[in-house]
C-alpha cells in the first residue's frame, strides 16, 4: 500500500476489521490484521496532524491497541501454560507407556 493510497478511511476499516475479530475471538486473523495496522501507522502520510479524520482515527486505533494489549499479554501467557502442560501430559504418557 504506498503512501499515496493511503487514507483515513482504510485505517478505520482495518481498526474495525480488528475489533469485529477480538470480539468474535479469531486470534489468527487478528493476528494477520494487527501487523498491517501498525504498518499503516508507522508510514503515515505527511501532514496526517492537520487533518481533524487522520487524528481522530489514529487516536481511535492508539487507544483500542492500549485497551487491547493486556487482553492479548493475558491469552498468550493463558496459551502458554496450556501448552507447556500438554507438552509435559505427553511426556508422562510416553514414559508410562514405555
Known sequence: MSE????PEQLSALYEQLKQQVA?????SAADTLPKILSF??????GWTESRQWITVV???????????PKLES???ETS???TKI???KKGVKAYTK
Not at 468474535?24 to 489468527?28: A, V
Not at 501507522?41 to 505527511?46: A, F
Open 24 to 28: 468474535d475471538s479469531e486470534y489468527e
Open 4 to 7: 499515496e493510497t493511503r487514507s
Open 41 to 46: 501507522l508507522e508510514q503515515l502520510p505527511d
Open 81 to 83: 501454560a496450556a501448552i
Open 59 to 69: 487516536a481511535a486505533v492508539d487507544d483500542y491497541l492500549n485497551e487491547l494489549q
Open 75 to 77: 491469552v498468550q501467557k
Open 87 to 89: 507438552g509435559k501430559s
